[in-house]
DNA sequence: TGAAGTCAAGGCGTG
DNA sequence: CACGCCTTGACTTCA
């Protein structure tokens, strides 16, 4: 059977890189402190530019975008800052052509995972839209970027799952279902609940491998949903202090990889974009390269 | 300067 | 109904 070609990348920090991402509080927001306002999203872009950069000398082409490039992106105050500081400044604009050609060049594959409390399924209306809100100016800049997709869960159950998945189904249409895929989760939702709904509604879905093994489907399955239904993304992790133990280890087990990789030949899949959720981060990618070699990988890591 | 506490946001289990 | 926990990294305050 032919071996999946995987392609692999981090989420949000860069750990070889000197800087980090800043951020400012709420209260900053609110007296519209434009001078730090600005300063930080120019910081932040800035520094997202060199990630880019880096990942590609690193024959690293999946990324996942920190939600918060530009915290607070769906206040009032930040959409003004976003359209006359950010859309409109030359040095930004330079650096979003740049990312946007590098994108094009590269294939690179770019998403962003908006914060667990952007919740579509839930019952009270201004958590939906305030959600709907956040998710739209996520995905503003995630396409004035030229990214691919912008991941989200189905959110709670609140002791009646069937109406939750109503509710998630009916307000997805207020968001753009083109760029959304949805993710299987460690509590709630499983792969086969994801990909019911992914199937009526004719949008992606992403497979958590980890999430997938705390909280597995009712039925054994999953080989089988993902053969009829496959995913367009993966996320890969390796518990801590156990392997099923619901927080990230510092590095992806050798062992993991391996299954993971292997299970996915087992499922037909060719091409696999898969995210390295660890916390040392693009250091978790080397540290595989390492252990298991290349086999699986559609292009050789330099380092 | 380093450590500890805090930070928009939701949901859930416990008492 | 109130509270702490989940999880995470940078910010802020305080010693």
Redesign the pocket.
């Known amino acids: 059977m032919e071996k999946v070609a995987v392609r692999v990348g981090y989420a ?2 860069n750990l070889s890189l000197k800087d ?9 927001v609110e007296k519209k402190d434009e001078e730090k306002i600005t300063e ?1 999203i120019w910081h932040n872009i800035r520094l997202l530019r060199e990630i880019i950069d880096y990942n590609i000398k690193h024959n690293i082409y999946v990324y996942r975008v920190s ?2 490039l530009i ?5 009032p105050y930040i959409k003004e800052i976003y359209k006359e500081k950010v859309i409109n400044n030359e040095e930004m604009y330079y650096h979003f052509t740049a990312i946007r050609a590098l994108q094009e060049e590269h294939h690179l594959r770019i998403s962003i995972h908006p ?5 579509l ?4 209306k ?2 939906v839209s ?1 959600s709907i809100e ?1 998710i739209n100016a996520q995905t503003e800049w995630i396409k004035a970027l030229r990214g691919e997709n912008v991941v989200i869960h189905v ?4 002791g009646d799952k069937k109406s939750a998945i109503e509710r998630f189904k009916t307000n997805l249409r207020y968001v753009d279902e083109s760029l959304i895929s949805i993710e299987n989760d460690d ?2 939702y499983n792969v086969e609940e994801v990909v019911e709904i992914c199937e009526h509604k004719c949008v992606k879905w992403v497979y958590d491998y980890h999430h997938d093994r705390c909280h597995p489907s009712a039925e054994n399955g999953v080989e089988n949903l993902i053969k009829a239904y496959p995913p367009n993304k993966y996320h890969l992790s390796t518990g801590a202090p156990h392997a099923d133990s ?3 280890a510092d590095y992806i087990s050798a062992t993991d990889y391996k299954h993971f990789t292997e299970f996915l030949t087992q499922c037909g899949i060719k091409e696999a974009d898969v995210i390295f959720e660890a ?1 040392k ?1 693009n250091k978790a990618i080397f540290h595989i390269l390492e252990a298991c070699g290349n086999g699986y990988w559609k292009l050789e890591g330099d380092n």
Do not use: I, M, W
């Open positions: 949000c920090l980090s991402f800043r951020n400012y509080r709420l209260a900053t930080v939600s918060d915290p607070f992106c769906a206040h914060s667990q409390f952007n919740v399924s839930s019952p009270k201004e958590v305030r956040e959110g709670g159950s609140y509590k709630t619901r927080p990230h916390k981060k």
